[in-house]
């Protein structure tokens, strides 16, 4: 339950290694929550995402010793390995950040709708506004989950779990090491607090930073042939 301090008491970061999952708990800690699973490839709570049963099993354990009051799904996949084919990577990255993830939100919200609350805060990506050549195909991942969230998050209305929405743009992180910077990028450090802003919020969605809800109206307006040449500079 909430502690006194009207912050989540028991939180889960599925995605332990990510550092936007891990700045955002690092800033909840200074509210005093009380205990943070990390949920990562190893460990306790270690597990492959892929895999169905390990997602059942891990979601069974998280809920063993209490409730569970805040769950913050920080998995992603770029798609972009060098040793694999195209169609393997968007494969790889269709399991990881869609099929997967959304499977185990399904999970943990089924255990929150047990206990009657609890928040699951979904990290999607400004790469679902609008397909480009260059990410269309983790785009389009994002773009299922993000869908999804919405729903489950109507769906869920009167239960006692809510459905938070992170949409972050170019995270200055190991996982973009190397790549060239995107407009309004912005460090891990500074998309944690906006996953706690978004936490705070009254609405569905936040986005990271706040421009991007702007940026994402013009993109949707563009005409196709002047977004083209947008998405190639």
């Known amino acids: 339950m909430l502690n006194g301090f009207k ?3 028991r939180i889960a970061l599925i995605g332990g290694e990510s550092e936007i999952g891990l700045s955002i708990v690092a800033h909840l800690a200074e509210d005093n929550a009380r205990e943070v699973i990390l ?7 270690g597990m492959d995402i892929t895999e169905k049963g390990a997602r059942e099993r891990v979601v069974h354990d998280l809920f063993g010793n209490g409730d569970l009051d805040l769950a913050i799904v920080a998995v992603g996949l770029l798609g972009n390995d060098a040793t694999k084919s195209p169609a393997d990577n968007l494969l790889a990255a269709m399991d990881v950040n869609y099929l997967s993830t959304v499977h185990f939100i ?6 929150m709708k047990e206990q009657a609350h609890g928040t699951i805060l979904v990290i999607s990506s400004f790469a679902q506004v609008r397909p480009r050549d260059d990410n269309f195909g983790y785009g389009s991942t994002k773009a299922g989950l993000d869908f999804y969230a919405r729903g489950l998050a109507s769906k869920l ?6 459905i938070k929405i992170l949409r972050p743009g170019f995270v200055k992180s190991k996982m973009t090491a190397g790549m060239a910077l995107a407009p309004f990028a912005i460090t891990a450090q500074e ?17 990271a930073p706040h421009i991007l809800k702007y940026v994402a109206v013009i993109f949707k307006a563009l005409p196709s042939r002047i977004f083209s040449r947008i998405s190639h500079r």
């Not at 949920?39 to 709570?45: D, K």
């Not at 209305?157 to 809510?162: A, D, E």
């Open 7 to 9: 912050s989540p008491g």
């Open 39 to 45: 949920v990562g490839r190893t460990g306790e709570f």
């Open 106 to 111: 399904e999970l943990l919200s089924e255990r």
């Open 157 to 162: 209305k009167g239960s006692g779990v809510t």
């Open 191 to 207: 998309c944690g607090k906006y996953g706690v802003q978004a936490l705070r919020s009254k609405g569905l969605v936040t986005w």
